[in-house]
């Protein structure tokens, strides 16, 4: 440079190492001390992602899944707000992704991505909007149903893991994310409860209400993918987080015709509430006259409700369809407890624990009481027990009026009182499903499909009592092919049927003793039938 007096310039630069202020323009302003990401306009999800050149930050919209993005030059690095949920798609060159593996976006997800050749991209960081890390590979257990041991064999990421009790929530991470929370008559989420005590909400300082005033208390259940297969005399199962080939979504988040993102389940046993005197109310009929409801009077299935709140005896002694009725008055997609969703529950249980004998793993829970009556605080017990321990698996056995069990929030999801599973039908043993509440009524097979095994035949259920021994081949639940075990082997519960027309109810009750359990089935009430012992639970 031949100096600024060349130029004519006056008061210039005589050269460019004197500016320590230098001016980049925009947003790469360093006067302001930092740089900024700019935020580009939101873009449409597609096959190949076509970015703006408006920014490096952008939110992308839809669920169409993304294998590639277009190119915008060598180097460029964006940040990519994903708001719902798509899949996106590993490739060698053009795609990268962590692990090597296709990621399944939950909204609020963010990637970091770096074009290190043209149109081919990178992600060198994924950041899930929830607090655990997405899984890399499934986990699941086999089970040689000629082996007499409930214990199971653990398979993917938990291989080699003992059996008989939880490898814990950073081994877990869809059950991980069970949680209660207060769910309002929309069914929206109002707040989340707290994770070890549900008096609290999330940020275990404020109170929260658990008496159905902000609403009801519930379990979310996000969805998962799964595969069964049978082959040998050997069951496995297999679970994921995320789409894997061979895995499909869990037909319990099949709900109405529609894929949803979380089931949720009623934290308590359904607990009745009377339209007449707008309140909740103690369940007890240990007179056995269904006469419970306030001023002696009958259900309205028209009117009254079925709730989820702590501190009340649960509602029993009415037919199934009555349950269904008083569910359903809560508002759209409210119902009582179904196949499905019991099934996906049963099968989050097994994976986790690696043991049929949930009874042992878990504990007895309320299944022990002797010397009572059907009333509140004898055999029966109120509502809320668990509250102290949030979303943890507990149990409090033994023949007193303390005892309950808890699964990761879901409390006595076995003993206490028989609960009602809806969507279930069986005739002279063949069982028949669905998963569609405008179509669950009693006695039918309209609109109900027969489950068939992984040869596509219909299935037969066993005709006489007893402890199972063996499953059907099947990937819809679990339900026995045959009796024989006892409660230490095999399955560990029992099994009950008659002919004819059935509705069913799962469990065990507070007099069961070992013959409850997480897969206790009661096939054999017929769906005119409520007893002082059979209740029900309320869902979304």
């Known amino acids: 440079m031949a100096g600024t007096k060349e130029f004519g310039i006056t008061g210039a630069l005589k050269n460019i190492s004197e500016d320590t202020t230098p001016q980049l323009g925009g947003d790469l302003d360093t006067n302001a001390h930092q740089i900024r990401w700019s935020k580009g306009s939101d873009v449409a999800s597609a096959g190949a992602l076509e970015l703006g050149t408006d920014g490096n930050y952008f939110d992308i919209t839809g669920s169409t899944a993304i294998t590639s993005i277009k190119t915008l030059a060598i180097g460029t690095v964006v940040i990519l707000h994903f708001d719902d949920e798509l899949v996106l798609t590993h490739h060698a060159t053009d795609l990268i992704l962590p692990g090597s593996k296709d990621i399944t976006t939950a909204t609020g997800d963010e990637a970091i991505f770096v074009e290190y050749a043209t149109g081919d991209w990178r992600c060198v960081s994924y950041s899930p909007a929830v607090g655990y890390e997405r899984s890399t590979s499934a986990y699941g257990v086999y089970w040689d149903e000629g082996d007499p041991s409930p214990t199971l064999t653990r398979t993917g990421n938990l291989a080699g893991t003992v059996g008989g009790t939880s490898p814990g929530n950073a081994n877990l991470p869809i059950q991980a994310l069970m949680r209660r929370c207060i769910l309002n008559d929309s069914g929206e989420v109002v707040y989340y409860l707290g994770a070890t005590d549900s008096t609290k909400k999330e940020d275990m300082e404020t109170a929260s209400n658990l008496d159905g005033t902000d609403g009801q208390v519930m379990v979310e259940i996000p969805k998962f993918w799964y595969k069964y297969e049978y082959a040998s005399n050997v069951h496995s199962w297999s679970i994921s987080d995320v789409y894997l080939s061979g895995y499909e979504l869990h037909p319990a988040f099949y709900k109405d015709g529609a894929w949803v993102d979380y089931r949720y389940i009623g934290a308590y046993e359904g607990v009745g509430y009377d339209n007449g005197t707008t309140a909740y109310f103690d369940g007890d009929d240990v007179s056995d006259t269904k006469t419970q409801w306030p001023g002696g009077t009958a259900i309205d299935t028209a009117n009254d409700k079925l709730g989820s709140v702590s501190g009340f005896a649960p509602l029993m002694n009415e037919t199934r369809a009555e349950f269904r009725a008083i569910a359903l008055n809560r508002g759209t997609g409210w119902r009582q407890q179904d196949f499905y969703l019991v099934s996906a529950i049963q099968l989050l249980y097994l994976v986790e624990y690696a043991s049929w004998n949930s009874q042992s793993v878990i504990g007895m829970g309320r299944t022990e009481l002797t010397g009572g009556t059907w009333a509140k605080d004898s055999y029966i017990g109120v509502t809320g027990k668990s509250n102290s321990a949030g979303d943890v698996t507990t149990n409090v056995g033994g023949n007193t009026n303390n005892a309950y069990m808890s699964y990761r929030g879901i409390e006595n999801f076995y003993g206490n009182v028989w609960k009602w599973v809806d969507g279930f039908n069986i005739n002279n043993n063949i069982p028949y499903v669905s998963n569609i509440e405008s179509d669950f009524a009693d006695d039918t097979t309209t609109d109900y499909y027969r489950l068939?095994?992984?040869?596509?035949?219909?299935?037969?259920?066993?005709?006489s009592n007893d402890y199972q021994k063996t499953l059907e081949q099947i990937k819809d639940g679990f339900l026995p092919s045959a009796g024989g075990g006892s409660s230490a082997t095999y399955i560990t519960d029992y099994?009950?049927?008659?002919?004819?027309?059935?509705?069913?109810?799962?469990?065990?009750?507070?007099?069961?003793?070992?013959?409850?359990?997480?897969?206790?089935?009661?096939?054999?009430?017929?769906?005119?039938?409520?007893?002082?012992h059979v209740g029900g639970r309320l869902c979304f």
Request: charged share 15%; glycine share 16%; net charge negative.
């Open 452 to 463: 068939e095994d992984t040869g596509e035949s219909g299935i037969t259920l066993p005709s």
């Open 495 to 532: 099994y009950y049927q008659d002919s004819g027309w059935r509705v069913a109810k799962l469990g065990g009750a507070a007099d069961s003793g070992l013959l409850a359990g997480v897969a206790d089935w009661y096939l054999n009430s017929s769906s005119a039938v409520g007893n002082v």
